[in-house]
């Protein structure tokens, strides 16, 4: 069955440290893959998108993901933690055979000052 | 330009009711999918249309129908409702098929 795992229900750091936020999704031919933020009370907005290019993808806010076909990989990074990082990530894959749109359970990054 | 709207942002219902929601896409956008998100999880895929025609079904059962009109906006119906079926309802649209979403507010929908 198609599935996306973010391994961490919650992530946790200090202003100014690293962020990493694990997706694994489930194998499948030419996935398109995103990750979007959640801020509370507001809609969902794309951070950024891979779809069979660079496998180093660059987004919004400082945010990067590196897709990797061998580990089934989208881990999302950020170099610098900001305080208006704080929100909830969804790693989210469409399948396009027998199209299908998968979202995961997410990951809510706390922010540290 | 205007975003992805969504109708009605809040409303209550009582078991066994049936309601509509309503979504009306970015202009140019043909894709419309709709979601369900139960507090404190992540977005469930209900349907995705594109051109009109259904592309893709999540796994909800048959109380859940959706259609999408000729200028591209979509509803997304939901009978006999149930306790369960209380959620946040966004809707997304795209220009294609497996295009970025761009997402509404969302419906929040009460059964009681």
């Known amino acids: 069955a198609q599935s996306v795992t973010q391994l961490d229900s919650h992530v946790s750091v200090s202003e100014g440290t690293p962020v990493l936020l694990r997706c694994n999704y489930s194998s499948s031919y030419s996935p398109s893959l995103f990750w979007y933020v959640q801020h509370p009370n507001k809609g969902l907005q794309l951070l950024l998108k891979y779809t069979s290019a660079a496998t180093l993808v660059k987004g919004i806010n400082g945010f990067e993901a590196e897709f990797k076909k061998s580990e089934t990989s989208f881990h999302l990074t950020k170099p610098s933690a900001h305080m208006s990082d704080a929100a909830e990530y969804f790693c989210v894959v469409t399948y396009t055979g027998g199209f299908k749109t998968i979202f995961g359970a997410g990951t809510r990054l706390f922010v540290k000052a | 330009d205007a975003g992805v709207t969504q109708s009605p942002t809040h409303l209550i219902k009582t078991r066994g009711q049936q309601v509509t929601l309503r979504c009306s896409p970015i202009?140019?956008?043909?894709?419309v999918s709709w979601y369900q998100q139960v507090l404190g999880q992540g977005p469930q895929f209900i349907f995705q249309y594109y051109e009109k025609e259904e592309r893709g079904r999540g796994n909800f059962p048959d109380r859940f129908s959706a259609r999408q009109f000729p200028n591209y906006s979509s509803e997304l119906n939901v009978n006999a409702l149930l306790l369960g079926d209380s959620a946040l309802y966004l809707c997304?649209?795209?220009?294609?098929?497996?295009?970025?979403?761009?997402f509404g507010e969302g419906s929040r929908l009460t059964v009681l």
């Open positions: 202009s140019g956008h043909k894709s």
């Open positions: 997304a649209s795209s220009l294609s098929e497996y295009g970025e979403l761009f």
